[in-house]
């Protein structure tokens, strides 16, 4: 086996700050309600964990802008997040990001990058076209997917996307063109814009907490892969299988396909 010359590779470190109109226009872009005021206002605020996610984002860019792979297909593939502790309302974070691994799909790759700071630690996995064919491992199978075994689901959440969706989120970070620009999507491979795979992910986190009865600030853990584009305006629906008191497996389908398979959250007891 032949590993690739990018696992391993040291992204640095970085420090990043906000504020608290920052995490704001997070929770709004993300589908918080306005009437959700400790996700909206600032008298009362607390921050989404998965914002943190939009903090660490100057990680995969750094990768992508030195080469690694070509930036104008590669897509967003998995994304786990481990909550370490609550964001502040605003301030900085301080990040360290290196390449974990580099699996080899034949006509992809996939580069595992990970962030850690004192507050989380997030693993992003990009699926980039092309760069496989090194000779290196193909990495782990996917996840068992929840229902496989014929369990029928618990719940059945729904979450309507907005047209403007993927052009607001953007403003928070991820700008790559995919996102907006029809000619960009194309030559990624998907008929129009859209949606950043963290926001699909972050938007179906409140209705689940929701459901648990928890507060999506008290998110602890979250996971799951992009098996599909998610367009924005999608009405998408998540099937949860519950996973402990606080836990949930959840699959969500857009109009057509199956877009975030394998997803797990666990949230604390507030
Ligand atoms: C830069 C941007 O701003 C970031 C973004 O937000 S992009 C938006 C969010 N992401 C997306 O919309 C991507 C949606 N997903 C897809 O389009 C497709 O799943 C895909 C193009 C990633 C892969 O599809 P496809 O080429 O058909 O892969 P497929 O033949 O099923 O699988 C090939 C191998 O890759 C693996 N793989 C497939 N999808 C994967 C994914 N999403 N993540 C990681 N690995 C994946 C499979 O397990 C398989 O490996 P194995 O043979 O060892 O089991």
């Given at each position: 086996m032949t590993a690739s010359p990018?696992?391993?590779?040291e992204l640095g470190s970085r420090t990043v700050s906000y504020t608290e109109r920052d995490a704001i226009l997070y929770a709004l872009a993300v589908g918080a309600h306005p009437s959700d005021l400790d996700l909206v206002y600032e008298e009362r605020l607390r921050v989404l964990p998965t914002f943190a996610l939009t903090l660490a984002q100057w990680a995969p860019d750094a990768l992508g802008s030195l080469g690694a792979f070509d930036v104008t297909t590669a897509v967003h593939g998995a994304q786990r997040l481990t909550v370490r502790a609550p964001l502040a309302r605003a301030g900085e974070v301080v990040m360290g990001a290196r390449v974990t691994e580099v699996w080899d799909k034949g006509s992809a790759a996939v580069f595992e990058i990970e962030v850690v700071s004192d507050r989380f630690v997030a693993a992003w996995s990009l699926f980039a076209p092309?760069?496989?064919?090194?000779?290196g491992a193909r990495g782990p199978a996917a996840p068992p997917r929840p229902g496989e075994a014929g369990q029928p689901a618990d719940r059945r959440l729904t979450v309507a996307t907005h047209p403007g969706q993927a052009a607001l989120y953007?403003?928070?970070?991820?700008?790559?063109?995919m996102h907006v620009d029809p000619e960009a999507a194309k030559a990624a491979g998907v008929a129009r814009p859209f949606l950043h795979g963290l926001c699909t992910m972050a938007a179906l986190t409140l209705p689940v907490a929701g459901a648990l009865g928890a507060?999506?600030?008290?998110?602890l853990e979250l996971q799951g892969r992009f098996a599909a584009p998610a367009f924005p305006g999608d009405r998408l629906v998540a099937h949860c299988w519950s996973d402990g008191e606080k836990g949930v497996r959840f699959e969500a389908s857009g109009p057509e396909r199956t877009?975030?398979?394998g997803g797990r959250a666990r949230f604390g007891h507030g």
């Amino acid at each position: 086996m032949t590993a690739s010359p990018w696992r391993g590779y040291e992204l640095g470190s970085r420090t990043v700050s906000y504020t608290e109109r920052d995490a704001i226009l997070y929770a709004l872009a993300v589908g918080a309600h306005p009437s959700d005021l400790d996700l909206v206002y600032e008298e009362r605020l607390r921050v989404l964990p998965t914002f943190a996610l939009t903090l660490a984002q100057w990680a995969p860019d750094a990768l992508g802008s030195l080469g690694a792979f070509d930036v104008t297909t590669a897509v967003h593939g998995a994304q786990r997040l481990t909550v370490r502790a609550p964001l502040a309302r605003a301030g900085e974070v301080v990040m360290g990001a290196r390449v974990t691994e580099v699996w080899d799909k034949g006509s992809a790759a996939v580069f595992e990058i990970e962030v850690v700071s004192d507050r989380f630690v997030a693993a992003w996995s990009l699926f980039a076209p092309g760069c496989g064919g090194f000779g290196g491992a193909r990495g782990p199978a996917a996840p068992p997917r929840p229902g496989e075994a014929g369990q029928p689901a618990d719940r059945r959440l729904t979450v309507a996307t907005h047209p403007g969706q993927a052009a607001l989120y953007r403003l928070l970070g991820d700008r790559h063109p995919m996102h907006v620009d029809p000619e960009a999507a194309k030559a990624a491979g998907v008929a129009r814009p859209f949606l950043h795979g963290l926001c699909t992910m972050a938007a179906l986190t409140l209705p689940v907490a929701g459901a648990l009865g928890a507060h999506p600030a008290d998110l602890l853990e979250l996971q799951g892969r992009f098996a599909a584009p998610a367009f924005p305006g999608d009405r998408l629906v998540a099937h949860c299988w519950s996973d402990g008191e606080k836990g949930v497996r959840f699959e969500a389908s857009g109009p057509e396909r199956t877009v975030i398979s394998g997803g797990r959250a666990r949230f604390g007891h507030g």
